[in-house]
């Protein structure tokens, strides 16, 4: 029953125009979205698919001798005295060395090949690690995912720079743009360095003259 000298007015009715602005902002939306999903699973099939400038090998074979016995050819590009030269600064970074509990569990193995300076300190010591052969990731998609940003983030040539202080601090300049200001580089015995900043130590696994270190 309608209260004295009311009236209840039916709704009134949502405009057709309105309704089909809203569905057709819909469709636009979700076509855009999926649109970016596909782009997004395209990408992500590349970087798992690709082979150009990726070679994949058992880590084991960075032991000259287990590439011999193999019968394959050393895989990583260890530091000896012939591509690199410390001497001065009295600091032995040749060999391979590991990342051992890298919180970025994708990389492994890094070498100095490439490294020279001189005194006075502080010395800049430019260390071309971008190129092929002297870092490792596993060859998985959160591997390849992060070699994929490096390669659009730097230049192969371009430096991670160490500005050594003394023989066994230095300070890094990252190579990639995502990270800031400096990291510390510690050295706590002949074949160990501490990363502080980035949580691991650096430990030599594979000496100069290919032995195990």
């Not at 855009?32 to 880590?59: G, P």
């Amino acid at each position: 029953m309608e209260p004295e000298g009311q009236t209840l007015l039916p709704a009134s009715a949502q405009p057709k125009e309105t309704t089909d602005r809203g569905t057709q902002c819909l469709k636009i939306c979700g076509g855009v979205t999926v649109s970016l999903l596909v782009l997004v699973l395209l990408l992500l099939l590349r970087i798992w698919t690709a082979e150009c400038a990726i070679e994949s090998f058992d880590h084991h074979y960075v032991l000259p001798k287990l590439a011999e016995e193999a019968g394959v050819s050393e895989p990583f590009d260890r530091g000896t005295k012939a591509n690199m030269d410390l001497t001065d600064l009295d600091v032995d970074l040749k060999g391979v060395w590991w990342m051992d509990g890298n919180p970025l569990t994708a990389e492994h193995l890094v070498s100095f090949a490439s490294a020279e300076g001189e005194k006075p300190f502080p010395a800049l010591v430019p260390v071309y690690n971008n190129l092929a052969r002297r870092w490792t990731w596993t060859d998985d998609i959160s591997g390849r995912i992060v070699m994929f940003y490096y390669a659009f983030d730097a230049e192969p040539d371009s430096a991670l720079v160490f500005n050594f202080t003394n023989s066994s601090y230095a300070q890094i300049v990252p190579v990639g743009g995502v990270f800031d200001g400096f990291f510390g580089f510690d050295k706590i015995n002949d074949d160990e360095w501490d990363r502080p900043d980035a949580n691991y130590i650096l430990r030599r696994i594979v000496a100069e003259d290919g032995s195990e270190g």
